[in-house]
């Protein structure tokens, strides 16, 4: 089986699954690499959380759309995330009834280990393919991002 080929008659790799097994990749990577710094509990949905609280906390029906997800969905992996640490329940400044979710130093600390690996990882593909061809992936990824119809990629902020 040729280097980019699933298949014995040498035929390419569908670009979806070449997708996908990329992403597992550097998901595997990444993972590997937060488990190493002493995050080894983080769920699949924790990064897009917390890019979300990065920058001011947020009430869970605000998470909840943000993730495209209904409330007990989210409820489900806040809780989680405040069992292990990640993020912390404030009282509403305006809104007794209301709570907001905020980051724990824990959290930040998360983050910043994970855009390190992001950055390593950009940085060693460009060692192993050229600066020109990294750029050239990065556009390429960009460019189907923002092709898609508006709504269908979620989190385009964070």
């Given amino acids: 089986m040729a280097r980019g080929h699933l298949h014995d008659d040498d035929s390419p790799i569908d670009f979806g699954v ?6 597992g990749s550097f998901k595997t990577g990444l993972h590997a690499e937060l488990a190493r710094a002493g995050f080894d509990d983080i769920g ?3 990064g897009y959380v917390f890019r979300l609280l990065a920058s001011k906390p947020l009430n869970l ?5 943000a993730l495209a997800i209904t409330a007990p969905g989210a409820l489900k992996i806040v809780n989680d995330m405040v069992d292990k640490g990640y993020v912390e329940r404030q009282a509403h400044a305006i809104d007794a009834r209301q709570k907001l979710l905020a980051l724990t130093p824990r959290a930040r600390r998360a983050m910043n280990a994970a855009r390190q690996f992001h950055a390593q990882f950009e940085t060693g593909l460009a060692q192993r393919l050229g600066a020109g061809d990294a750029r050239a992936a990065r556009r390429v990824l960009e460019a189907i991002v923002a092709a898609a119809p508006a709504g269908e ?3 385009r902020a964070v």
Wanted: proline share 6%; aromatic share 12%.
């Fill in 61 to 65: 029906s605000e998470v909840a759309s």
């Fill in 44 to 46: 699949p949905s924790f």
């Fill in 153 to 155: 990629v979620q989190l």
């Fill in 18 to 23: 070449l997708l996908n097994l990329a992403f």
